[in-house]
């Protein structure tokens, strides 16, 4: 069984940083690849990032560019959310997910999702 478990999130002010985590068990976690997203009560699931299997290319939605960084330890089966320079727009659910391949994929939200962290950056 696949299982998806993020962690990391919480409070901050606008500016501060936050880590998230994401621990992958039930598949071999180096043939996939992963990605973060996000939702905000009553909105869609927002793409935000994704990392290929190797952990070697990496993208980014422009809503988060320059500011947040993915990257996985696949010794660990663990992937990574670095984010800087949070905003209030930041306020999300965030969720880590798997796609069916190795390759980066871009943009789509994938099916398997663990239980997401609530960050909230609040003044």
């Known amino acids: 069984e696949v299982q998806l478990q993020a962690s990391g999130g919480g409070s901050v002010q606008p500016g501060g940083s936050l880590e998230l985590s994401c621990v992958g068990s039930?598949?071999?976690?180096?043939?996939?690849?992963m990605s973060w997203i996000r939702q905000v009560p009553g909105k869609r699931l927002e793409w935000i990032s994704s990392?290929?299997?190797?952990?070697?290319?990496?993208n980014y939605a422009d809503s988060v560019k320059g500011r947040f960084t993915i990257y996985r330890d696949n010794t660990k089966n663990t992937l990574y959310l670095q984010m800087n320079s949070l905003k209030p727009e930041d306020t999300a659910v965030y969720y880590c997910?798997?796609?069916?391949?190795?390759?980066?994929?871009?943009?789509?939200?994938?099916?398997?999702r663990g239980q997401g962290t609530q960050v909230t950056v609040s003044s």
């Open positions: 039930g598949f071999t976690f180096s043939d996939n690849s």
């Open positions: 990392i290929n299997g190797r952990g070697s290319t990496r």
């Open positions: 997910g798997r796609y069916q391949v190795s390759y980066v994929v871009i943009g789509a939200i994938p099916s398997d």
